[in-house]
């Protein structure tokens, strides 16, 4: 296989990865305001709905180490490269917030089955760290799609 086609293919790979991504970010990020009027008892009945969401943790990290091997594989277009690393480090931040953040009021709520004392607190914290990442999953896709179009100098438009 050719250095084009393998470059072809990782671009796909990274894109669709991070495109993956960014699918639970945005719907984290559009269903925020409805979910914060709810009052708790309607709030953590919703939450229900996040079971099995885990395995998007899969597509984040695919999504990163694709993303570094994609600024390695352009590492001769140092602006390639570097929208490559803006997205890895957009990516990186994202999985920091989680960690620091959201996954912290999973785990004092049983993945929302039990009511915290602070409910209110807790669904900030777990709303607003969502957002946020949702916002950097977007980033990360446009500095993404930006690195792979300026890796390409031969493409024309139609």
């Not at 009021?105 to 209110?120: G, H, K, Q, R, S």
């Not at 950097?136 to 890796?151: E, G, I, N």
Request: glycine fraction near 6%; charged fraction near 10%.
């Amino acid at each position: 296989m050719s250095n084009v086609k393998s470059l072809d293919l990782l671009q796909l790979g990274c894109l669709f990865m991070l495109a993956l991504a960014l699918i639970p970010a945005g719907a984290h990020l559009f269903e925020l305001p409805n979910k914060m009027a709810l009052p708790p008892d309607q709030y953590m009945t919703v939450q229900n709905i996040y079971r099995g969401w885990a395995l998007f943790g899969i597509a984040i990290f695919g999504a990163l180490l694709l993303t570094l091997a994609h600024a390695v594989a352009v590492r001769g277009n140092a602006t390639s490269m570097l929208l490559s690393l803006i997205a890895a480090l957009c990516i990186g931040v994202g999985l920091a917030v989680f960690f620091a953040f959201t996954y912290p009021m999973n785990v004092l709520t049983a993945n929302w089955t039990v009511t915290p004392p602070d409910f209110e607190h807790a669904r900030r914290q777990w709303e607003y760290s969502h957002a946020l990442n949702a916002v950097l999953m977007l980033a990360a896709f446009a500095a993404l799609t930006l690195s792979v179009l300026t890796s390409r100098p031969n493409l024309k438009a139609a």
